[in-house]
């Protein structure tokens, strides 16, 4: 269920379908452990005011992720980051098949669920304001981000 609701979530955060008026974008991966521990499930977003979407990636087992911004493991547009990460999250409200999630996200109508974290991070790495976390992303270089968060 779990996988379902993540799925949703990214098709909601990601869209779905083209258009030339996206912004060039360049790959984006990395890791994400806490004291040493991968964070399987961590939701990593990568946001920039030069980008009309942010860039997500959910962490797997080993902690490694890959962002997204249009199209699955695209990448994130080039430039300055703020950086969250967040632990495993889960629906706080009733859960909603991935189409039903998209469709209220792009119609606006329908109850759309409140994802919660598990707590297994801190949270101030979860708020952009708070996190401390800002990455460059930059065309030519190999955008790997490797996070090992502390208290």
Known sequence: MRSLLALGLLLAVFGCGGGSDRPAVLPVSGTVKFKGMPQEGATVTFST??????AV????AAGEFKLTTFDTDDGAVEGKHTVTIVGKASAADVPLTPEQYLE???????TI???????????KYGQAGESGLTRDIIAGETNVFNFDLSE
């Open 49 to 54: 005011e030069k980008s009309p979407r942010t």
């Open 57 to 60: 990636g959910v962490c797997n």
């Open 104 to 110: 209220a996200v792009q119609t606006g109508k329908g």
């Open 113 to 123: 669920p409140r994802m919660i974290s598990d707590d297994s991070l801190p949270k």
